[in-house]
Each structure stands twice: as C-alpha cells, then as structure tokens.
C-alpha cells in the first residue's frame, strides 16, 4: 500500500456579485491542482456552506446586494487568509453599471413578492466590509497573477507599469491629432498604441498582466488598477497624469480626450483609479497590492 496521502491545503471562493470570469480564470490556471484542494467554488465546486477548515479564502464579485454583504461577513470568520480578486470585488466593476434607479425599482418590487435579496444603491467594494490580506485586480487577473496570489505573492515578479510589459517603442516624432478609436485603423505592430492614437492608459497601470491587450493590438483599458505611484494619491491626480502623457505625445485637443476618458468604454475600469482614494472603507497600502 502507499503511504499515507499527502495533506495539502483547502481553498474556497466565495463568489458574490459578478460575471465568473475570475473563477474561469483561476480553472485555466494548473499549477495548484497539487498544492492546494479546493473545496468550494459554487460555479464547479458546490456544498451547501463554506467548510470551515479553509486555509484561503478568494473573494470574488461586489457587495451588491444584503445577501452578498451577509454571506461575506459570515465567509471571513472561517478563514485568516483572505484574498479580494478582480475588479468587482475591488472596485464594484461589472455589477457597478447596473446602478440604475429603473433596475432598482423592478428589483424592489419583485423582492417583495418573492423574499429576494435587497438590492444596495450601488456595488460596494468587499473591503468596505471586511478586512483583506492581499488584493489581486484585473478583469480578470491572469491566471499566472492567481498563481502568483496563491503561491509565492511575495516572490511574484511584475513591472510597475503595462508599458513596461508591453514592449512596443514608444516614440517622440509621431503626434496623432485625434483619437483613432476603439478597433479602428491600421496598426503598426511594434509601435506604441498613444503614437497611433488609441487611448492606452498602460502608462499608470499597474503590471503583472504581461500585456496580452497591447501586444495583441488592443489598448490598454487599465483592468488592473493604479500602479503604486497612484494607489495612495486622489482621483484628480491620475486624470491629471494621463492628461501630461497625451499632451506629451499626442496633438490630441483636450476637449477630445476628457471625453474619450469618460467614455462608456472606459468607464467600467477607469473608476478603479477613484476608489483607492478615500471613501467608506479601509485604506489600501501598496504592499497589499500584488
Ligand atoms: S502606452 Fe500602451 S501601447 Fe504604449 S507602451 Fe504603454 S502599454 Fe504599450
Ligand atoms: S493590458 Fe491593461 S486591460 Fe489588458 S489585462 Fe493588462 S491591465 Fe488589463
């Protein structure tokens, strides 16, 4: 007979409002099958509670709703490692766009009916509730970054920036007068996106994504969130360096590029570079960040 089985530790996720694309994500990943169990992930793993013999707890998705602020309050008891995956959980992210007062009514009137959950005015961020060890953004983070929160987020190396990561040259005689836009025009396949017009705010991103949107010829939309230089700063000091980086490169009018920046397109991640900034929950130091 062999030995005795190896012990290895259990793993949960507890999966609040969002879309799933973090738990795919973390599938796509392989190098943990052996060193962690995962005992509950309701998308592929289904008990009907959290075990309480846990070592980590993944938190994925926003507070958008009472039963997500309860099942969240009542998950961290179990467990002392706690990690905040992807945007929604971080900054409110997809379920944030549904913040509409028709939405809400509906939602209201058939929770009276039918005992569902309240809806929150808006999506809330997990560490408006609980305390967070390690924060891993990214819509979703890479399955490499999921490794690295898992495995070794000490040891993990990354860029400070997706420029960094990129690899595509960045160059001083090249000015578009307008933004291309989304998927449009030809593209140089080596050249920085900003040099070619499109709106890529790699230049303040945090890193560790490896660039798979630049190099694949998409802009950066900035899923991972501030880099360190902006984690701690308010809102209005990213917008103002983005702002010096256009103006730099580009002859872009800047009526054109407040727009572009408030686009719907961009809406969704850009608003991560607010919420590190104040506001009703705990405050994020970079060493917390990977
Ligand atoms: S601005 Fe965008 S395209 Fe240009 S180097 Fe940085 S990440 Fe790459
Ligand atoms: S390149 Fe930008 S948008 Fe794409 S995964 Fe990295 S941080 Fe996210």
Redesign the pocket.
């Known amino acids: 007979m062999e030995g005795a089985l190896k012990k290895i530790p259990k793993f949960a996720v507890l999966q609040l409002s969002g879309c799933a694309g973090c738990e795919v994500s973390l599938l796509n990943a392989s190098e943990w099958y052996d060193k962690y169990e995962l005992v509950y992930m309701p998308l592929v793993v289904s008990t009907h509670h959290i075990p309480d013999d846990i070592e980590v707890l993944l938190i994925s998705g926003g507070v958008r709703n009472d039963e997500d602020a309860y099942k969240l309050q009542r998950a961290v008891k179990l467990v002392d490692r706690v990690i905040a995956v992807g945007t929604c959980a971080i900054s409110g992210g997809v379920t944030n766009l549904g913040d509409r007062d028709d939405v809400r009514e509906i939602f209201l009137s058939q929770a009276k009916r039918a005992h569902l959950p309240q809806l929150l005015s808006k999506t809330h961020p997990v560490d408006a509730y609980v305390d967070i060890d390690l924060y891993l953004p990214?819509?979703p983070p890479?399955p490499e970054l999921f490794m690295g929160a898992l495995l070794d987020p000490q040891g993990f190396k990354a860029a400070s920036i997706?420029c960094a990561e990129c690899g595509r040259r960045k160059l001083n005689d090249m000015k578009p007068d307008h933004i291309t836009g989304f998927q449009k025009g030809d593209l140089d396949p080596d050249i920085c996106l900003v040099n070619q017009g499109f709106l890529c705010v790699?230049t303040s991103?945090?890193g560790g994504?490896r660039?798979?949107?630049?190099r694949a010829g998409h802009p950066?939309?900035?899923?991972?969130g501030p880099s360190n230089a902006f984690i701690e700063k308010e809102s209005g000091v990213w917008m103002e360096s983005i702002q010096r980086v256009f103006e730099r490169m580009t002859n872009i009018p800047s009526e054109e590029l407040n727009e572009a920046l408030r686009s719907p397109q961009l809406s969704m991640f850009l608003f991560q570079f607010s919420d590190y900034a104040g506001g009703n929950r705990r405050i994020r130091s970079k060493d917390k960040v990977l």
């Open positions: 990214g819509c890479t997706v790699g991103t945090r994504c660039a798979p949107c630049t950066c939309v900035g899923c991972r």
